[in-house]
């Protein structure tokens, strides 16, 4: 069994094509559809994978598009904790402009879980045998899932021991947060909104995390800072890791990238340094792939070889 467990509460099959221009009312050619797994915890799993570490992706899984979901993860070889609901898992839409190299990125909102369901996600949650040692729960939440669920959770989870790393947004980051969790992933928006400031720059990232860290809220908060980077900051530890330049063709599936990056070297017992350079090696190696493709082993490995020299 793996140590390490991915909980995906919005799962998605991202559906991508190629058309030449984005014209109103008019018939557009498109090229043959590509199907992948989305969503923020599965695509963590997926990045795991080709990091060469295994981990179990929980989501739930409903109608026709769960079941694609489930054949694509397997394809991948990546094991799964699929809890069958009633409503159909969603369907995200992607079309990329050849002629501009532009992409137009359409988010479905999912279909709603019943109060039972939920009861049946956490039930498989906390029947794991055996439990894994790392949680991290990404992305969105379903339309209607109240963020106390996500608060739930992390209080289980910690109580049998684990460390959770959570990488969400607005309502469900705070109330994740009110929990406490191991490790948070904001961007300076959020990270600012947390602490209820508008903006925030590099010194006040700095005070803003150490608020939160003082508080007993999270014990690593992590920044991401797109192609700036990421800032480290610990109760001992303030660094700024600057991104490699790479050619960027898409930005999509970084952040996810990102994470699976950092949560492979905790895996393995690695430094919190070590940890976050392996995330931004992974999350800029991302952007080194068209489309809605997630970053390949080799470039990761080189840009991480490349910021450990750095140092």
């Known amino acids: 069994m793996s140590k390490i467990l991915t909980i995906t509460l919005n799962p998605t099959v991202d559906k991508s094509t190629v058309i030449d221009q984005l014209v109103p009312e008019k018939k557009l ?11 923020g915890g599965i695509n963590v799993s997926r990045g795991l994978r080709r990091l060469g570490f295994d981990s179990i992706a929980l989501f739930p899984s409903g109608g026709r598009t769960g079941k694609l979901l489930e054949e694509l993860l397997k394809k991948e070889q990546i094991n799964l904790c699929a809890v069958e609901i009633s409503t159909e898992t969603r369907e995200n839409f992607i079309a990329v402009a050849s002629s501009t190299n532009q992409q137009y990125r359409f988010g479905m909102p999912g279909s709603e879980i019943s109060l039972d369901q939920q009861d049946k996600i956490f039930d498989a949650f906390e029947n794991l045998n055996p439990f894994p040692e790392f949680i991290v729960i990404s992305g969105s939440l379903p339309p209607g899932m109240s963020p106390d669920f ?9 109580e049998k021991g684990a460390k959770v790393i959570v990488d969400t947004s607005e309502e469900a980051l705070k109330h994740a947060l009110d929990e406490g969790v191991f490790l948070l992933k904001p961007n300076l928006g959020e990270l600012g909104r947390l602490v209820g400031l508008e903006s925030l720059d590099n010194d006040s990232a700095d005070e803003a995390a150490r608020e939160l860290i003082n508080a007993g809220k999270t014990e690593i908060i992590v920044v991401s800072l797109g192609p700036q980077g990421a800032y480290l900051i610990t109760k001992d530890i303030t660094e700024h890791i600057p991104a490699p330049a790479v050619k960027k063709l898409s930005t999509v599936g970084a952040g996810d990238s990102m994470v699976a990056g950092m949560v492979s070297v905790l895996a393995n017992g690695g430094s919190y340094p070590e940890m976050v350079r392996m995330g931004v090696a992974c999350g800029s190696a991302a952007t080194m792939n068209a489309g809605t493709q997630l970053f390949k082993k080799d470039d990761a490995a080189k840009l991480f070889n490349w910021l450990m020299s750095k140092k």
């Open 29 to 39: 050619r498109c090229e043959q559809p590509k199907f992948e797994p989305g969503g």
């Open 150 to 158: 996500l608060k739930k959770l992390i209080k289980a989870g910690k």
